[in-house]
């Protein structure tokens, strides 16, 4: 079983990833998670802290030249600003000098006070940032590498931003990830990018925020990852799952999902035929997932992301301690993520896909997991 935590806050001394579950063998080296933190602070709406977050960091363990050694795999990811916060966010014993009072609607802020007991948001919002987004880019950048090794590719490309819809045709496949990355907001859709990037702007002026959809695409699954058994089983349920954690994503659908809940049957399935290579369907509208169970079509998923619930233009809120009306509260944050959730989108479902392969696969090294992938794909070349 692959398994992930992650601890830190937004503006403590680092963020920390422990993956565990991995086989020895696969290759992981400083270059190649840092061109995956890279990735996760591209986009234009994004904030300051995006040109100046550098995303240090340090393989604290599991890893010995450049392979995994089947042992946890350890990283911290610093931060930065670090210097600047440490009087705020001492571990020592103390209070803080400027207590977060006046919660944001749309966040984590209240319910968490509430739930914790603390009139002091920052014990909340802390946590509750999307910064802690860049441990998992170490958890997508684990999980993507051993996907490599049997051929999945998983990319993302934004859909949507503000209500400018994208219609890239065709959709961008295997290869493709450097063409989207040059995007300034991850879109494969070239004529949709300037309208996009001025909705962006336009809200940026007005003091507000944008949210939108990307879409996730992991290519050469094997079919039969994932089960119908068991609810917690399901690979849709699970895909849906870790895409909702990542912040501010409201909406998952797999396939043609919200679509296909207005069609009637004939038009909402795949027909299947056989061929040269074996089964194939003839659409897609399933996301390449039936009954919980990947089908061996692309696994297509897509996240709706809401606006980011920090304004520059606050709306109205309420003091927790005087119960006073007046605006939110206020910290650094982006226009729009859109284009960064979709390079979070990858690593989760990067792991949600490496933890089905190697729960089916097995192997505690990357050759008996390939061999025994091999095996099972020229099973069903025969099938």
Request: net charge negative.
């Amino acid at each position: 079983m692959l398994r992930f935590l992650t601890a830190g806050e937004s503006h403590g001394p680092g963020l920390v990833a422990v993956v565990e579950g991995l086989p020895s063998g696969i290759e992981a080296t400083a270059e190649g998670l840092a061109a995956q933190l890279a990735r996760r602070r591209l986009g234009h709406g994004r904030g300051r802290r995006m040109r100046v977050e550098r995303d240090e960091f340090e393989i604290l363990g599991g890893v010995r030249f450049g392979r995994t050694t089947g042992g946890p795999v350890a990283v911290v990811v610093r931060n930065s600003e670090w210097p600047a916060w440490q009087a705020e966010m001492s571990a020592a014993p103390g209070s803080s000098e400027s207590p977060v009072g006046s919660p944001r609607p749309g966040h984590a802020d209240l319910a968490g006070m509430l739930k914790y007991d603390t009139h002091d948001a920052r014990d909340i919002l802390e946590r509750a940032s999307a910064r802690e987004t860049a441990a998992r880019a170490v958890v997508g950048w684990l999980s993507g590498t051993l996907l490599a090794e049997i051929g999945v590719e998983v990319l993302s490309h934004v859909v949507a931003i503000g209500g400018v819809a994208a219609t890239p045709d065709p959709a961008p496949g295997p290869g493709d990830r450097s063409a989207v990355d040059a995007s300034p907001v991850r879109t494969f859709d070239r004529e949709a990018e300037a309208e996009m990037m001025a909705v962006i702007d336009a809200a940026r002026a007005g003091g507000d925020t944008v949210g939108g959809v990307v879409e996730v695409a992991a290519h050469s699954v094997p079919a039969g990852l994932g089960s119908h058994v068991h609810w917690d089983r399901r690979i849709d349920a699970r895909i849906a799952a870790a895409l909702m954690s990542i912040p501010s994503v409201k909406g998952v659908e797999i396939g043609s999902g919200f679509g296909v809940a207005s069609e009637r049957g004939s038009g909402a399935h795949d027909g299947i035929e056989h061929g040269e290579g074996g089964f194939i369907r003839t659409s897609n509208r399933a996301g390449g997932v039936e009954g919980g169970i990947t089908n061996g079509s692309v696994v297509v998923a897509r996240a709706h992301m809401k606006p980011l619930s920090t304004l520059m233009r606050p709306l109205a809120s309420v003091d927790v301690v005087t119960k006073a009306p007046g605006p939110a509260a206020r910290e650094r944050s982006d226009v729009c993520s859109v284009p960064a959730a979709g390079v979070i989108g990858e690593h989760m479902l990067s792991f949600v896909l490496a933890d089905e392969a190697l729960r089916k696969f097995g192997g505690d090294t990357v050759s008996d997991f390939t061999g025994s992938v091999a095996a099972y794909r020229r099973r069903l070349e025969v099938f």
